[in-house]
């Protein structure tokens, strides 16, 4: 079982655990946690469940987490847990969320207590990243967050990503296989708006598919039609080699899968 008492401190994505993992004794807890907060340091934690908290009289709902000695506890508001408009508090529950270490007491929890925004957490991810995933061809570390029925949603950098199943393997059958908080290295490949960014996972994973195979003009192939759309009709002759057909001359468009 993965170990949760631990904290993870880097730069890279919203619950990356790319670094080396921290288990903070009290003496560690002491002397760690109040630099990061003069250093405003982006840390990751894993999220074990929600408690009320009396904070000056109030009750106060907080996320919380254990890094060993002492205790992770993030205020649910949106200012600070970075929940978006209608999503469930309970997405974050049993996860490695970032956060930006913002205290290191909190009144009336106890002096072992680390206070983390994770809004804050994703906007200094957002900018250190920025350049890294606007960049094509550039590689960043990506983390699952949601499953759709044709793509991943992807954390990188901060930023959410889409990463088209078709890119998640190069196998057809492993590409429904990932799963939330699922790590792995991940490839920039289109920049939409400067805003949408596209990634693969399976351009930086070697192709079994791959072949040297090389066609003189007039070879005659079998071809299985991968797609088509319009004008544009894509066939596969070796797995993972696809070749465009000029339907100029077909008189049916072809089935796919069956040409």
């Known amino acids: 079982m993965e ?21 903070l004794t009290e003496t560690d807890f002491r002397m760690a946690v109040p630099n990061w907060k003069r250093a405003k340091t982006v840390v990751q934690v894993y999220l074990l469940g929600m408690e009320k908290v009396e ?3 109030v009750q106060r709902t907080f996320f919380i987490g254990d890094v060993g000695a002492g205790k992770v506890m993030m205020p649910i508001e ?14 974050l529950i049993g996860r490695w969320v970032c956060g930006m270490v913002q205290d290191f007491d909190i009144k009336d929890a106890g002096n072992m207590t ?11 991810l957002r900018r250190l990243n920025a350049e890294r995933v606007r960049q094509v061809g550039n590689k ?19 930023y959410l990503a889409i990463l088209p199943k078709k890119w998640y393997d190069w196998v057809e059958e ?9 790590e792995f290295p991940v490839r920039i490949m289109r920049v ?14 070697e192709n079994p598919f791959e072949t040297h195979m090389k066609l003189e003009k007039g070879t005659m192939a079998k ?37």
């Not at 492993?174 to 699922?182: L, P």
Request: charged residues 20%; aromatic residues 8%.
């Open 3 to 23: 170990n949760v008492r631990v904290v993870y401190v880097n730069t890279f994505a919203d619950g990356s655990r790319s670094s080396e993992p921290l288990a």
């Open 55 to 57: 904070v000056d009289g």
């Open 78 to 91: 949106p200012e600070y847990s970075g929940l978006e408009t209608g999503q469930d508090p309970f997405d």
């Open 114 to 124: 680390m206070l983390i925004n994770r809004t804050q957490g994703l906007a200094i």
């Open 140 to 158: 960043a570390t990506g983390i699952i967050r949601a499953v759709r029925r044709t793509s991943y949603l992807v954390d990188v950098g901060g």
């Open 174 to 182: 492993n590409r429904q296989k990932g799963h939330i908080g699922e």
């Open 192 to 205: 939409i708006d400067g805003q949408r960014i596209v990634v693969s996972r399976c351009h930086l994973i």
């Open 223 to 259: 071809v299985t039609v991968k797609y088509y759309r319009e004008r544009v009709i894509m066939g596969e002759i070796h797995p993972g080699f696809l070749v465009r057909i000029n339907p100029v001359g077909l008189r049916i468009p072809p089935n796919v899968a069956k040409f």
